[in-house]
């Protein structure tokens, strides 16, 4: 039995997650905010991203959108892993947008799980809408006693 609740079962998840992830850290990504079944992380357009129409590439965008995904459908100590994904484009990131990708659980039967990403601007201007499917594949990321990573 945990003897964490869940805000900070998720943040230990999230910690134990973020010091690994490689991906995440070289984007600049920032997590905003945890809970269990919902993560908000958020990233600067940088000259890098920028397509050859001069707005944000839609794969950075979708990277955003599957990074808070991950960090969401693991924040109650299930290791899980994507299973699926699809993006709406609605609007284009500019140079120099801090974009937020917000994720929440929308369902979670069993080993497989549902979860929406909306990705905004620091206007709040909707960008992008991302739904994953999530696949539970056994294990934790921490000791829910003690918080410490188990991989790590």
């Given at each position: ?6 805000q900070q079962l ?10 690994g ?18 993560a ?5 357009v ?26 969401a ?6 290791n ?25 659980q ?30 539970r ?16």
């Amino acid at each position: 039995m945990s003897t964490m609740d869940p805000q900070q079962l998720a943040e230990a998840s999230a910690a134990a997650m973020w010091a690994g992830d490689r991906a995440a850290q070289a984007l600049d990504m920032k997590i905003e905010k945890i809970a269990s079944g919902s993560a908000t992380l958020s990233m600067a357009v940088r000259e890098d991203m920028v397509n050859g129409h001069n707005i944000c590439h839609g794969g950075y965008i979708f990277t955003l959108a599957d990074t808070a995904f991950a960090y969401a459908c693991n924040s109650q100590n299930y290791n899980a892993v994507a299973a699926g994904a699809r993006i709406e484009f609605i609007a284009p990131g500019e140079l120099g947008d801090r974009l937020s990708a917000t994720a929440r659980q929308v369902v979670q039967g069993g080993r497989t799980g549902v979860y929406d990403v909306v990705v905004s601007n620091q206007e709040g201007r909707q960008l992008a809408l991302f739904r994953g499917n999530s696949h539970r594949i056994g294990g934790a990321l921490v000791d829910e006693k003690t918080g410490e990573p188990i991989n790590g």
